[in-house]
């Protein structure tokens, strides 16, 4: 599968939101970049998986997610 930007929003209130986040997605084979802004609640990913599988780790943070 060839690779894809993705945006969603995510309700992060802190850094530690944030960080939450970027360690999951750091963790996540198929995930080759990705740009997280506390300040626009917004997750830009660049993946080979599918819009909802990179939505599905996102949300295994607990934080609120939806694509944008």
């Not at 626009?40 to 943070?61: A, F, H, N, R």
Request: aromatic fraction near 4%.
């Amino acid at each position: 599968m060839t690779e894809q930007t993705y945006t969603y929003k995510v309700a992060m209130s802190c850094s530690g939101c944030s960080g939450a986040v970027d360690r999951v997605l750091k963790k996540t084979a198929g995930v080759s970049s990705y740009d997280i802004s506390l300040e626009k609640q917004t997750v830009v990913v660049k993946s080979s998986l599918s819009q909802q599988e990179v939505l599905d780790v996102i949300k295994k943070t607990g934080k609120a997610a939806e694509v944008a």
